[in-house]
């Protein structure tokens, strides 16, 4: 059974630009998190998708958004990418639904860097 | 901001010896422990997990003791190998949400 599925595995974008990053679940998973991970915050969570809805938010601005669409792959979206967004950006799908707490398992990131 | 606090930040263990790792949480709503290892380069791994209706799990060389009324929780390595040489984050949640809040990271290096 393939696992979470990140692309691309390294971006360099310049400070204003936007970006776009790609997640693909493993198949039969509904639900869809994105942690960013950076040496000094470690892991925080950004969002989380399920059945093409944010169930939860973290607590990061605006220029951070998401969407999943029907076959459960989710997007991220960084927009006036700042020095500080410079992190692996982490992706994790679980089975989701109305059970809590369902193992989740994660991608092995995008690199982004911003310059 | 609810946290987990996770400690040490580095350990230094020889081979075969025991590797400890601890972690506290201050939400009593929290009752979802796992624990993750992750290599360079490569995204967290599940190594193991607990609910707080029991006080210890055990899978193959790992254990997770945990100690609802501390708050606390931890991960322990038997026969500690090199090739167990990652960096291990413990991380908490409760039923209602999905999401993980994690321990800052402890960078395990194992010593042939």
């Known amino acids: 059974k393939a696992g979470v599925t990140q692309t691309p595995r390294y971006l360099i974008k310049t400070r204003g630009q936007q970006v776009t990053l790609s997640c693909s679940p493993i198949s039969g998973h509904r639900s869809v998190s994105w942690y960013q991970q950076t040496p000094g915050q470690g892991l925080q969570f950004l969002f989380e998708?399920?059945?093409?809805?944010?169930?939860n938010k973290g607590n990061f601005p605006g220029r951070f958004s998401g969407r999943q669409f029907s076959n459960s792959r989710s997007e991220m979206n960084v927009s006036t990418l700042e020095l500080g967004d410079s992190a692996l950006y982490l992706c994790a799908s679980s089975l989701g639904g109305l059970v809590g707490n369902q193992p989740q398992h994660f991608g092995d990131g995008t690199r982004l860097s911003i310059l | 901001q609810q946290q987990v606090k996770q400690s040490p930040q580095s350990l230094i263990v020889q081979k075969g010896g025991i590797s400890i790792i601890n972690c506290a949480y201050e939400n009593t709503a929290f009752d979802y422990f796992p624990w993750y290892q992750q290599f360079p380069g490569k995204g967290p791994a599940l190594l193991i997990a607990i609910r707080p209706d029991v006080s210890e799990k055990k899978e193959g060389r790992f254990t997770i003791s945990f100690n609802k009324s501390a708050k606390q929780f931890s991960l322990h390595i038997m026969d500690s190998q090199p090739g167990d040489s990652a960096t291990y984050f413990c991380?908490?949640?409760?039923?209602?949400?999905?999401?993980?809040?994690f321990g800052k990271g402890t960078m395990l290096l194992v010593s042939p």
């Open positions: 998708y399920f059945s093409e809805t944010q169930r």
């Open positions: 991380a908490a949640s409760n039923s209602g949400y999905s999401t993980l809040t």
